[in-house]
């Protein structure tokens, strides 16, 4: 699996501003009908539109990954590149309703951003009557505090953040694959189990040279002894559906990890033909976004040696994908 095939290359957004729904609070929630796969798809295809990359906007752990100033929790897969498109310096974000509970109130005319969650319902068979659980996707509005008036006491990042050097985040990697040096282009090799490099002197600069390592140890992270994904471990050819998906989750794997290693400049494809090749994928499958954010957030753990607890709902989708 090649860093850039076919028309799934590697990554950067245009510094375009987003522009999401301008809503708040319960009106928020039902603007839009269909499954929070559509909306999340929505969204995303709104800033393709737009010139933006969601997964191609650089941040440093510096300044922290966004997550939720109540209860302090991170966001996790396609809520990271949704909230980080937004530009906002601070990470911190919260709902309408906790934006109240704090005494604050958002400012008229502040546009809110769409974040999902799992949820595991039961339902009942009307024959046998025997419950199943299912896992089911739902979304709600989050702003940054940023857009917020009377918050008492605004909060400050993480000064002391620690951003992890790229070669330990590769010599650290549990299970890591042979990474054989020398060759013309990077790749993964599934029958192998190895990734092959350009010498570092072939890249731009050492940050291109990882963040393309990255993209192939996510790959990597497909192969049956690691976490099975079907396109790696089933080694379905270039040009299927599977694949793709699998580009996917190898580009936002690497942005996760480039993140975390203060990896802030890249060399990406922002061309016409990228977008284009995107927004006719995103249109056929309401669901690619979400699921191959969540395999690439699972890369990205294993890599990194991150436990996370998933919950069961989130777990029984993500094990499908």
Same mark, same amino acid.
């Given at each position: 699996m090649k860093t850039q095939p076919k028309n799934i290359s590697n990554e950067q957004g245009s510094g375009l501003e987003s522009h999401p729904e301008q809503l708040s609070g319960h009106n928020a929630q039902q603007a839009h009908k269909g499954t929070a796969y559509d909306r999340i798809t929505e969204r995303v295809i709104e800033l393709l539109s737009q010139g933006t990359i969601p997964w191609h906007k650089p941040w440093s752990v510096k300044?922290?990954? =966004?997550?939720?100033?109540?209860? +302090? +929790?991170?966001?996790?897969?396609?809520? /990271?590149?949704?909230?980080?498109a937004m530009q906002y310096e601070s990470p911190f974000w919260l709902t309408f309703h906790q934006a109240q509970q704090l005494g604050a109130s958002v400012r008229k005319g502040e546009k809110a951003c769409p974040v999902v969650f799992w949820k595991r319902l039961e339902i009942e068979?009307?024959?046998?009557?025997?419950? *199943?659980?299912?896992p089911m996707l739902r979304f709600y509005h989050v702003f940054n505090v940023a857009q917020l008036d009377g918050l008492k006491e605004m909060p400050t990042t993480d000064a002391e953040a620690v951003i992890a050097k790229?070669?330990?985040?590769?010599?650290?990697?549990?299970?890591? =694959?042979?990474?054989?040096?020398?060759?013309?282009?990077?790749f993964y090799s599934p029958g192998e189990d190895i990734v092959g490099m350009p010498n570092l002197e072939q890249f731009e600069s050492e940050a291109a040279y990882y963040a393309a390592l990255f993209h *192939?140890?996510?790959?990597?992270?497909g192969h049956e002894n690691?976490?099975?994904? =079907?396109a790696v471990s089933s080694q379905?050819?270039?040009?299927?559906?599977?694949?793709?998906?699998?580009?996917? /989750?190898?580009?936002?794997?690497?942005?996760?990890?480039?993140?975390?290693?203060?990896?802030?400049?890249?060399?990406?494809?922002n061309s016409a033909a990228?977008?284009?090749?995107?927004?006719? /994928?995103?249109?056929?499958d309401n669901k690619l976004i979400v699921q191959a954010a969540a395999q690439a957030q699972k890369a990205a753990d294993f890599i990194l040696?991150? +436990?996370?607890?998933?919950?069961?709902?989130?777990?029984?989708?993500?094990?499908? /994908?």
């Open positions: 300044r922290g990954f =966004p997550r939720n100033l109540v209860s +302090k +929790k991170a966001y996790r897969g396609i809520n /990271v590149f949704l909230l980080h068979d009307k024959e046998s009557h025997e419950i *199943e659980k299912i790229p070669v330990e985040i590769v010599e650290n990697m549990p299970l890591r =694959p042979g990474i054989k040096h020398g060759m013309a282009a990077a *192939e140890l996510t790959h990597s992270t690691r976490l099975n994904r =079907p379905k050819g270039f040009g299927s559906e599977d694949y793709s998906r699998e580009e996917l /989750v190898a580009e936002m794997g690497a942005a996760f990890l480039c993140g975390q290693a203060g990896i802030e400049e890249r060399t990406l494809n990228y977008i284009q090749n995107w927004l006719t /994928v995103l249109k056929n040696g991150v +436990k996370h607890e998933e919950s069961p709902a989130e777990r029984q989708e993500t094990d499908r /994908v």
